[in-house]
């Protein structure tokens, strides 16, 4: 089993929390996306992988290939990113597979004898290598590779195939090294990623000279380096160095693998002083440039930030990978200064911003991911379809999803001898120290969290569940006792000497939510949306009741006076459907309208949706 | 004198109304803004092709520069609407220049012997002549050589550069003719703008294939042969037949020019249906595709209409050239038609989506409109920044302001030996037939338009006065006596023999109108707009009190219970500010703020800006 997952902190590192390897049984909803995602999303993008010759592209560098090269320049961080999911995979299983060992051996083949691996650069453009780092994503794409080896590192230590991806790995990593360590240029790639690439590869590895370059890679950051290129520099958050910056800008993917980077640099440095940078810009980011389903990024043009409040909800692109990478830099936080806000984020990320991506089967995703989609979308156009796709011309979010669910047990927990600290609920199983601890749960349908300690040690030991901020009634009792005790700082903490067959029930109570947006945001102003939990919900077209799907979508608004009723409904597309009172801007024709979670939107007839809804 | 501006239809052609040349005066609003142009803006930007390398990139090309390419591979485009600019000021000041001579013998000796001109693909590029059509914008560049000859037929017959031109024009011409009138590949420019030209070659020269050439290229359009390239065959307009297309889409430049270059087509074919086609397109762009300021394109990414009500005031494009497109497309429906809604919208633009782009002194543009400017918005990137700039990387808005301002003296009335129709109200003199009218107003600041009448013929003629849509209060006298008629068609017509010395006086009530949007756009809900007359309104920083300049902008609102003012104010931007009751959300601190045209926004220190004003 996997010894841990992405992001774990060295021993001497700044760290409130210590990862914790969990087990997810498959019945629940985090543990059923990760059986999804082994079953259904991993294979998909291997197979897509051969498909569209992002394999090939590599065997063109060996020589066994002699078609043209196929897809974006970056297209080996696809195949890098799968093998990733794939080692995490091994991991949790216990089973190699065929992929891993020719895509071991592909990689090593393919190296070039210093070190350098990256197809596009190797066959047709060996004049551009390393000239156009604003460009080119070589390091970008090394991130990837090393973050794969250090998958197979803490998931599969001494098989072959893990030790040929790490060796690749490292003889990349020690190349940039010799390069760019004691550059003076002011070198770093236009797509951050290497940052905390290198961070981890030093963990795995214990050599020293990976962080040193990680942390000059992110200070040498934003002295105006790369150029103006299209979007000007703060597209690649090279318009201020990172410890300057009052907010984020620019490509939100990179700003935020940059940030993310940058809190392993720091807590590995200790260096108090990025770390609180890093807390301040996601306080920033937070602030007034993150949509309601933990989204970010408003512009379509360059995947961009956008202004303060500036959130449109129909042209929100909200990037999968965004997404993905602001939960990892939400985990790091997390981490490092145990605070519950960042736990809070990636819960919000997980059911929400992240979900939608993938479709209700596990192979068709979403690229951005928008909170409203209009009578009269044109769907034709990738970067906005009307329906998840297949794949993508630039196909970064496929396999990003397929690393992040295939490690997600690595997310819900932190702990060690003292104590167990639960973020996210799902059933599965916990150990932390000599304790072990079951939980049972419909989270996020059911209000309850129901543990049982199933290993216990003689000293005192802390369980520690997280009261998310949406809840503000939250109540436990231990052995059926009612425990009287408030949450701290985001956490209800119970420390006591446990016993095998001790039961805590956590009660987190979900009545549906109407949340009205920030005056200033406004795209959305005079709407509200609807939330139970910690799930976004969302009026699609396919549940209008016939008097109402007859009319134009855009008229419907939501009566605020009438109640909101949460209904389990076993036959529908979630356990939990919402019932509104949905009608026209005439007030005739209104009708009870059942709400599904904005995660399942698109798993039907294509039609409009929408989130915010106009307020009648 | 000029002997007629763009776009006049030949004798045979659809034609409700003929074109008419008018003498505006410098002290109205319209002549003003041609006085500013002759003095500031095309001096302006004959310095920027000197500057930027336009005119170098043709010297490359006669051997006379051997310094490389500078900017857009069309970059020629902007000397061929700057020339078309100058001649029209030639025409209308009876002067000529040394840029018109030098410019003339210029392209003369660039020209290829087989008629081509195009400085990118004659230098570095002679292998991709003529083989990139979806890209190379050269019908596009030809379009616009040809309406600068058209301009100089028509503005100065018999100059020797003006001959040069037009011989440059034709033999451009006739080679477009050759290559392409008998192609059965399907072949267009993915940039249109030839189809306008063509047909006004034709009108100036009488040589049917270019009209032939033109109503060609108008239908092989539409059928996918221009390829997806970044923006899918939409961007292009060659997703669907012109007569097919269901509604506006794409990049709206290209959309507007290829619409007014298919009414061109339809009126000199008699081709009713195309007309029909052009009619109903426009009615769709105005219902759900068009800002307050007759703006259009509501996306950066791709220049684009967006969805339908897909209008965010912050993400308005609202490209200037758009403007200009729209203004011609809308000029030729008129011309055809006679129908009042045409002109409306030519004065929408005109006063506001037009105007906005340019600084008060002249020498600074906007290539985007937006209707809002946030706090804290970053103006660092062209395509929306917080001031005008001088000049743009893609330069086209600039030159095209030059032309249009130059000519608009050609767009303010139709008319003939039977009557005069005046469209825009502007300080002037107007001769149609043997009847001369002056006109003098301080429109749009005044509500009176005061006509004379200088010239008579003893036949009955009739003054067709337009009463703007806006206009529910419109009455007008003859000599001092009130005439009792109402509007027909958006017209008030007066027929009868007139008399040197006769008077009338028309006015037009223009009380401050509070606009509430359409409730299907989302991104205005719960806000006011301010107008009075043609002309929209906008609240900025700069005019914010002390109480209320310390708030942040995006808190204020609007208290639309209290009474809203027109104030005369000889010491603003403008001779009529708009006073109105502004606060914060708590409702204390409220003080009557000064609103200032929307088009003169951003002539002080750089603040915020919004048009749509959140309610109370």
Not at 159 to 182: I, N, P, T, W
Not at 468 to 481: E, I, K, M, Q, R
Request: with cysteine; aromatic share 8%; net charge negative.
């Amino acid at each position: 089993m996997t010894a841990s997952g992405p992001a774990v902190p060295s021993e001497h590192a700044i760290s409130a929390l210590r990862p914790l390897v969990a087990q997810l049984d498959p019945e629940g909803l985090l543990g059923a996306w990760q059986a999804r995602n082994a079953k259904a999303t991993l294979p998909h993008v291997i197979g897509a992988l051969g498909e569209h010759g992002n394999l090939a592209n590599l065997r063109r560098v060996t020589g066994d290939f002699d078609g043209p090269f196929a897809g974006m320049w970056f297209a080996d961080t696809d195949v890098h990113k799968t093998l990733e999911a794939a080692f995490w995979e091994r991991g949790r299983t216990g089973e190699s597979t065929a992929f891993i060992a020719d895509t071991a051996a592909l990689l090593e083949k393919a190296q070039d004898p210093d070190g350098y691996l990256d197809s596009y650069y190797q066959t047709d453009h060996r004049d551009r290598q390393w000239n156009e780092l604003h460009y080119s994503h070589e390091m970008y794409t090394a991130g990837h590779l090393i973050q794969a080896a250090v998958a197979a590192a803490r998931s599969a230590p001494g098989d072959h195939a893990a030790e040929q991806v790490v060796s690749v790995a490292r003889r990349f990593g020690d190349l940039l090294v010799r390069r760019y360590a004691v550059s003076t240029a002011g070198a770093v790639d236009g797509h951050p990623e290497i940052e905390t690439a290198l961070v981890e590869l030093f963990r795995v590895t214990g050599h020293r000279p990976y962080l040193d370059l990680a942390a000059s890679f992110v200070d040498r950051r934003g002295h105006g380096f790369l150029g103006a290129d299209r979007f000007g520099p703060r597209y690649f958050q090279d318009h201020l160095p990172v410890r300057a910056a009052p907010e984020v800008a620019g490509h939100v993917v990179r700003q935020v693998y940059l940030l993310a980077g940058a809190v392993d640099v720091a807590v590995e440095n200790r260096d108090h002083e990025l770390l609180a940078v890093a807390e301040r810009l996601w306080d920033s980011a937070q602030s007034s440039r993150t949509y309601l389903t933990g989204g970010q990024g408003s512009r379509h043009r360059d995947e961009a930030f956008g202004d303060p409040y500036e959130l449109p909800p129909d042209r929100a692109y909200a990037e999968t990978c965004a997404a993905i990478g602001s939960f990892q830099w939400a985990w790091r936080l997390l981490l490092a200064t145990g605070r519950a806000k960042y736990a809070d984020e990636m819960e919000r990320l997980l059911y929400n911003g992240i979900a939608a991506s993938t479709a209700a089967g596990g192979t068709a995703f979403f690229y951005s991911n928008p909170l409203q989609l209009r009578t009269g979308h044109d769907g034709s156009e990738e970067d906005a379809p009307s329906q998840r796709l297949g794949w993508y011309s630039c196909a970064c979010c496929p396999p990003n999803l397929a690393r992040l669910m295939a490690s997600l047990h690595t997310y819900v927990a932190t702990g060690g001898p003292e104590g167990l600290q639960l973020h996210l609920y799902a059933s599965g199983t916990f150990t932390a120290g000599a304790h072990t601890v079951r939980v049972e749960t419909a989270y996020p349908w059911s209000e309850t969290v129901s543990l049982t300690v199933t290993a216990a040690a003689e000293r005192p030991w802390t369980l520690s569940l997280r009261v998310p901020a949406w809840c503000t009634d939250a109540h436990l009792t231990v052995n059926g006792s009612l425990v009287r005790t408030g949450a701290q700082e985001g956490y209800l903490r119970l420390t006591r000497r446990w016993h095998e067959g001790d039961r805590v029930e956590l009660t987190l109570a979900m009545p549906p939510r109407l949340i009205t947006p920030h005056p200033r945001v406004d795209a959305v102003r005079g709407t509200a949306a609807l939330a139970r939990g910690p799930v976004v919900y969302c009026l699609e077209h396919a549940d209008l009741p016939s008097p109402l799907a007859g009319a134009v979508f855009e008229d419907l608004c939501l009566d605020a006076s009438a109640p909101l009723a949460a209904v389990a409904d076993a036959a529908g597309l979630a356990p939990v459907r919402l019932d509104a009172r949905i009608g026209l801007r005439s007030e005739e024709a209104a009708a009870t309208v059942a709400l599904i979670p904005y995660y399942l939107w698109a798993n039907r007839t294509p039609g409009p949706m929408r989130v915010w809804i106009p307020l009648t």
